[in-house]
């Protein structure tokens, strides 16, 4: 969540940082060269390592977020990650179009709503049923599908199963569907506000141009 350019500049100051350290160790040190690539190492570690909390404490700071919250919206999306690797995973275990489609399609919506949280983390509890609820139980009924379908029985308990799970699965896109919505709502409503400060800025410019040729 914290972007490239904190990413660049946290291993820049980590490189300076353990250069400085090695320069110093082996100018006023006598350590042995085993020593001396050791601390230098640890050095880039722990500087990388309090560098990125003080990036995360202020970035939690800039967005109105505890550095808890922050970081547990974090998690949340490394773990989403993980459920979107496993939707994908299904791709080659189905066998109609249909269902096909629909994995394609809630694995789309999951990615941009996963994206929009990384953007912007306070969008996390707009959605709080996706990442709890609606993502994971996208995974699980993806593979309890994919395993009934390899199992080629026309078993009509299967069949009836399939079928279920076929629903429910197509249901669970529509929610997923309601999840992006409420994840752009407040952009939406944003936008609108911005539409309507447009059209009023015009009409007040188009009197104001009116008036002065009346006035001429």
Excluded: C, W
């Amino acid at each position: 969540m914290l972007g490239a350019m904190n990413f660049i500049t946290r291993h820049a100051l980590s490189f300076v940082i353990s250069l400085t350290v090695f320069i110093l160790t082996v100018v006023n040190f006598d350590l042995g060269i085993v020593i001396v690539p050791i601390i230098t190492i640890l050095t880039y570690y722990v500087s990388s390592k309090a560098i990125k909390l003080i990036q995360k404490s202020k970035k939690s700071k800039e967005i109105g977020l505890t550095r808890s919250e922050y970081s547990h919206i974090e998690e949340q999306l490394k773990l989403a990650r993980g459920h979107i690797l496993s939707l994908t995973q299904q791709y080659i275990k189905v066998r109609s179009i249909s269902s096909f489609k629909i994995l394609n399609e809630m694995t789309k919506l999951a990615r941009r709503i996963l994206n929009i949280v990384q953007t912007n983390p306070t969008k996390f509890y707009n959605v709080q049923d996706f990442f709890y609820s609606h993502l994971p139980s996208a995974v699980e009924l993806t593979s309890k599908y994919t395993l009934l379908t390899q199992q080629q029985l026309k078993d009509m308990e299967i069949q009836l199963a399939l079928e279920d799970t076929r629903k429910t699965l197509k249901d669970l896109h529509e929610t997923m569907e309601g999840d992006l919505k409420a994840a752009l709502e407040s952009d939406l409503e944003h936008l609108k506000m911005e539409i309507d400060y447009a059209r009023l800025s015009n009409d007040k410019n188009r009197k104001q141009i009116n008036y002065r040729g009346d006035n001429e």
